[in-house]
C-alpha cells in the first residue's frame, strides 16, 4: 500500500509515530470502506 511505505520512509521521531500510525489507520479504513463498497454491488 502506496500510504503505508510513505510513512515508513520519514525518520522515525515520537510525533512522526503518531503521525504514522495515523496514517496508517487511515488507509485501513478508507481500503475497508472501498472493499465494502464493492462487494455490496451486484
Known amino acids: 500500500m502506496p500510504c503505508l511505505s510513505i510513512a ?3 525518520p522515525m ?3 512522526h509515530f503518531i503521525f504514522a500510525w495515523t496514517l ?3 488507509c ?3 481500503i475497508s470502506l472501498i472493499f465494502n ?3 455490496h454491488l451486484p
Do not use: D, G
Open 8 to 10: 515508513y520512509v520519514l
Open 13 to 15: 521521531s515520537k510525533e
Open 24 to 26: 496508517k489507520q487511515a
Open 28 to 30: 485501513i479504513l478508507t
Open 37 to 39: 463498497k464493492l462487494n
